[in-house]
Every structure is written in C-alpha cells, then in structure tokens.
C-alpha cells in the first residue's frame, strides 16, 4: 500500500498460493516452453506472472466465452481451472484490502515498488551469487536458481526468491533480480 503497488502484489500473492498455472507436459515440454515464452519478463519471474494476469484478463474481455477462454488457456499450455483459482483468491484477497481501507491502485507501478513490496516479506529469501546460476543465501546456504525459471542463465548479482526447495540440493525459485541497495533499509 506505501509504494503504490498494491495491485501487482495482490495478483502476485494469490499466483504463489496456486499450483503454478503453467503447465508443462512432459511429452510436449519443447511447445509449452515455446508457448510460455511470451508471458517471461527479464529479471523477474514476479513480473512474468503479471503478464500472465494480464494477458488472460485481455483475452477474457475480449472473448467473453468460457469456452473460447479454455481454448485461449490450451493454446497458451495454462490451466483454466487454476486460472480460475487464481482469479477467486485475487478477489478475496482485494475485498479484505479494502474493507482494511488499503487503497489499490489502477494505474501500474514502478518494477523497483513491486520487488521491493516483495522484498519486504522475503528478507530470508535474498542470495549473492557465487557463479554462474549459484548463489550464497542466508546461513551460508548454496543454492541454484530453478532450472524451470524463466531467470535460469539469466540472473544478475543479487536475487530474492518466493521460496527455497530442497530436492537434490537446494533450489532458489520464483526469482527476480533485486538491488542490493534495498536490503538495508528493509
């Protein structure tokens, strides 16, 4: 609410409390990569998730049928039922902002207000990269950048990810490119 960015964090919230929608069969991974490319933002997976949002409610508008919808959603590899989950909880997250009297903004804002809203709830979450992919975070800890991220191979010296998952070894995912300089203040 302080940096005006309330809007884009809202959509973003309620795509991290969702399966991914993006969906990736694996006898078609080459086509969902090709069809999810156009939803990648640079230094941002964040970001990528508002394009999501974006574009599927333009499309929405525009078709006004939830049968031409699900086909929007096969075409572009996205799941219509967590698409649909989505927009439920974005909703309920919005009528809880504003019976707090948050006010949320229609006009975007600035990338830098969006990552560092994130950042605020994220500080544990923030690595330096070691090498190429490989980051220092918190305790010392090294992890890697998701492979499945559309940052993997791309990422600069600082990043803040929505989650660490251990499997084989330790995984930064959901990642964005951050300013170091936004660490201290927080």
């Not at 993997?152 to 929505?162: D, E, L, P, R, V």
Request: hydrophobic share 35%; proline share 4%.
């Amino acid at each position: 609410n302080q940096r005006n960015c309330l809007q884009e964090v809202l959509i973003i919230s309620s795509a991290l409390s969702i399966q991914d929608p993006r969906l990736r069969p694996v006898d078609k991974a080459g086509s969902a990569d090709e069809a999810h490319s156009k939803f990648l933002e640079p230094g941002s997976d964040f970001l990528s998730y508002l394009k999501i949002w974006q574009l599927y409610h333009h499309t929405s508008r525009k078709v006004k049928s939830n049968s031409k919808l699900r086909k929007y959603c096969t075409t572009t590899v996205l799941a219509y039922q967590r698409m649909g989950e989505w927009c439920d909880i974005y909703d309920q997250l919005c009528r809880i902002c504003e019976k707090n009297k948050f006010t949320i903004n229609h006009v975007p804002s600035q990338q830098g207000a969006v990552h560092q809203a994130i950042l605020s709830g994220s500080l544990r979450n923030i690595a330096m990269k070691k090498q190429k992919n490989v980051y220092l975070g918190g305790l010392g800890q090294e992890l890697m950048v998701f492979p499945g991220s559309g940052q993997f191979n791309k990422t600069g010296q600082w990043i803040m990810a929505a989650e660490i998952v251990e499997t084989s070894r330790l995984y930064a995912r959901t990642v964005a490119t951050i300013d170091p300089a936004w660490i201290e203040p927080m």
